[in-house]
């Protein structure tokens, strides 16, 4: 099938359209309808009658957005109606809702009068925390915009006007840096005078660039002096005529430093490219069709173009996304009356600065693009990149904050708690544990130095303190690969060949003296070996914590640690645990890398060390030992190694947490089996430190959890070494080597207090 088709199908699917209504509190029981609900819910209607403002306590208000259109300018369809424009206005909320967990109700309003738009809106203020305003036509949605903004104390944004001024807004403020221009000396020239193009020369001034260096260019030709004083162009478009001589568009772009196209397709030519100023910017942003093709203005000129277009198949993509979930994210959250031209320059600032960073490996393979750095090919973000969220939403929320239009303050610490609780359970929990490690950063060992993936990570660590990064390997490559990948970033290299080989030797041979090895094997495998090297740091107190296993297989990566760090004095054994979040809840998984087939005191333990690992990210851990029976249901040899190690760890005197088992693994997390039919289970609350009863089940369990159950998962974390020492999955990315080095960091943290 075509896209068209695909499309079709895809909106008509049971259920037709793409949104649906759920509730957000328990309504299983009669005591839970009674609150939702009569006689419970007169109590929220009189606090809020009392305090309007309790209705953001109390009610959907505070993260619910009203998407308004009236059909009268959809995408490139034209004025198709109000109903036909549902499914775009649909597709809206749902971006506004995947990229930053907003809300939606959408009104498609029948009327091209402005007067009942604004009144129809303006009435439906207590029931929203702001009004998006989508494909209305201009200059139509100018006065709407106004006078809705006049009105309603929450508030109103108008995408087709202000998102591509925003997006395109943070383009340019990377493109001058690149090309080392300045925004007060640029010429811009514009195609186009309608909403996206008059509110996108506005935000230029805003951003720095001169009034009178904009020339805007509509289906009359330039917007001058003339045609003002003919009447021939409306009051928003004289506001850019001041000086302006009559012409055409290829008057306006002879000499001009940037070319804006918010027009239609094919209008500018090579020629019009070429007779730009020297490095031209060209943002030719016309859909589906752009007004020069990215290649062709590329390709006109010998000196660098730096090009930008709307389109997803060619770099640097205007795309709106980018901006309006984010800037009402922020909005909603300070409870802003306004959106105003601080808080959108703030998003433009935000998302430039955001360009200019190492972009995390899951944006690059969704983009299929391992280019992703700073420069003319990359000025702005991708939309996809989890990363936006957290810097545009609290630069606005504190714009908003600064510009007195906020009616809440924020801790922005707290704040970005909060937003990574939005993106899922792992990123809130991560938070914890980042957020200890900044607090004391540790040596952490990298045995892989040299992988770009690795350097990249050691980096990322060094940005935001998590740890200390030390990277093992050659001294000459590393400084390599963070020139090439373009790094602001001097790493602290442990080279083989600068360091005293012979004391490390000395220490791996008395450690293994007695398992074969000899004194020369030593030095050799130090030399040569980066895990035994690291190994043998950490072993030392040289080196905090040890990172490795990116690039070869888990047991070949684990056996240099456990020769030389070995085991917890109250630890025989070691095991591997995940991290397993889902959407309300976090549960750790083990043994899952390490044991094949352990015995019930090897069971036991690994419950200790697991539900140890459960309290660093703050859960207070409840255990139980899975099997296929429940309670002695079933008795045999492979039923009674989880019910003995359940006993075992209940009769450990330092054990303080709940331990049940053995038992089903529904039992031990639906709360209705666990406490409907199994009441007398030690566990007063569902399990949320699950252990296997094999290595295979372990391995199987997590994977069928995490691809089929929809948790993120977060590890493997190894629990019972002497020393913080963690083997990463082949394959791994940087934010997994920058979450395990935290791991790390504050298991070294817990082993010095």
Do not use: W
Request: net charge negative; charged share 25%; glycine share 8%.
């Amino acid at each position: 099938m075509g896209l068209d088709e695909d499309a079709l199908d895809y909106h008509r699917r049971d259920p037709p359209g793409k949104f649906a209504i759920k509730t957000t509190k328990p309504t299983s029981t009669q005591r839970d309808l009674s609150l939702a609900y009569s006689p419970g819910v007169a109590a929220p209607c009189r606090a809020i009658a009392d305090d309007p403002t309790d209705a953001y306590d109390y009610t959907a208000k505070g993260n619910l957005v009203g998407m308004v259109s009236n059909g009268t300018a959809v995408l490139g369809l034209g004025d198709i109606g109000a109903q036909a424009s549902k499914p775009v206005i649909e597709g809206k909320g749902v971006l506004l809702k995947r990229f930053a967990d907003i809300d939606v109700f959408d009104l498609e309003l029948d009327t091209h009068d402005p007067d009942a738009i604004v009144e129809t809106v303006a009435l439906t203020e207590p029931s929203f925390g702001g009004i998006h305003l989508e494909d209305i036509a201009a200059p139509a949605c100018f006065a709407v915009e106004e006078r809705l903004r006049e009105r309603m104390d929450i508030p109103v944004y108008h995408d087709d006007q202000h998102g591509t001024a925003i997006v395109s807004g943070a383009a340019l403020l990377n493109a001058v840096d690149i090309l080392e221009k300045d925004l007060e000396s640029l010429e811009v020239a514009f195609a186009g005078a309608g909403a996206s193009a008059l509110a996108t020369a506005e935000f230029y001034v805003s951003l720095g660039v001169p009034r009178e260096n904009l020339t805007l260019v509509d289906t009359g030709g330039i917007v001058s002096d003339a045609r003002a004083e003919a009447g021939d162009i409306n009051e928003y478009k004289t506001r850019f005529a001041a000086g302006r001589p009559d012409g055409d568009l290829a008057d306006a772009i002879k000499g001009a430093d940037v070319f804006v196209g918010l027009a239609v397709g094919s209008i500018v030519t090579p020629e019009m490219v070429r007779s730009m100023a020297d490095d031209p910017i060209v943002f030719a942003m016309a859909n589906p069709d752009p007004e020069v093709g990215y290649h062709e203005a590329k390709d006109a000129r010998e000196d660098t173009v730096i090009a930008a277009t709307g389109r997803s198949d060619f770099p640097n993509q205007v795309n709106n996304v980018l901006c309006f979930p984010y800037v009402f994210r922020g909005a909603l959250d300070v409870r802003a009356t306004e959106i105003n031209e601080e808080m959108k320059v703030a998003a433009a600032h935000a998302l430039a600065a955001l360009a200019r960073e190492d972009v995390p490996d899951a944006v690059a393979k969704a983009y299929g693009d391992d280019r992703l750095r700073y420069g003319p090919e990359y000025l702005i973000p991708k939309p996809l990149d989890p990363r936006v969220l957290f810097e545009v939403a609290p630069a606005v929320a504190r714009a908003a904050v600064e510009s007195g239009v906020a009616s809440i303050d924020i801790d922005l610490d707290d704040y970005l708690e909060e937003l990574e609780a939005r993106l899922g359970k792992d990123r809130e929990m991560m938070r914890i544990v980042l957020n200890k490690a900044k607090t004391d950063p540790k040596l952490v060992a990298l045995a892989e130095g040299e992988n770009p993936t690795t350097v990249r990570a050691a980096a990322r660590m060094r940005e935001e303190g998590v740890a200390d990064p030390l990277l093992i390997g050659d001294r000459a490559t590393i400084e390599s690969r963070v020139a090439s990948l373009g790094l602001d970033f001097d790493p602290e290299v442990v080279d083989p060949a600068e360091v005293d080989i012979d004391e490390y030797a000395d220490t791996l041979y008395r450690a293994r003296q007695r398992k074969g090895l000899t004194r020369v094997e030593a030095k050799d495998r130090v030399r040569t070996d980066a895990d035994y090297l690291g190994s043998v740091m950490v072993d030392r107190g040289d080196a905090d914590a040890l990172l490795t296993g990116l690039t070869h297989h888990y047991p070949s990566a684990l056996r240099p640690p456990l020769q030389v760090i070995g085991t917890a004095p109250d630890a025989d054994y070691v095991a591997g645990v995940y991290m397993l979040a889902f959407r309300n809840r976090v549960v750790f998984v083990a043994d899952t890398t390490v044991n094949q087939d352990p015995g019930a005191d090897v069971l036991a333990e690994i419950g200790r060390h697991t539900a140890d690992l459960a309290r660093r990210f703050n859960v207070d851990p409840r255990v139980a030992f899975l099997s296929y029976s429940n309670f002695g249901s079933v008795d045999n040899r492979g039923t009674r190694k989880p019910r003995r190690a359940a006993e075992l760890l209940r009769a450990n005197d330092e054990v303080t947490f709940p331990v049940d088992g053995e038992m089903q693994a529904d039992t031990a997390v639906v709360e209705e089996i666990l406490a409907g039919t199994y009441g007398f289970s030690e566990l007063d609350a569902p399990a949320n430190v699950l252990i296997f009863p094999t290595l295979e089940a372990g391995n199987i369990g997590y994977k069928l959890l995490q691809r089929l159950g929809g948790a993120d998962a977060v590890g493997p974390m190894l629990v019972g070494m002497d020393k913080p020492v963690h083997v990463l999955q082949r394959g791994d990315e940087v934010s997994d080597i920058v979450n395990l080095a935290g791991v790390a960091v504050v298991d070294a943290q817990e082993q010095d207090s």
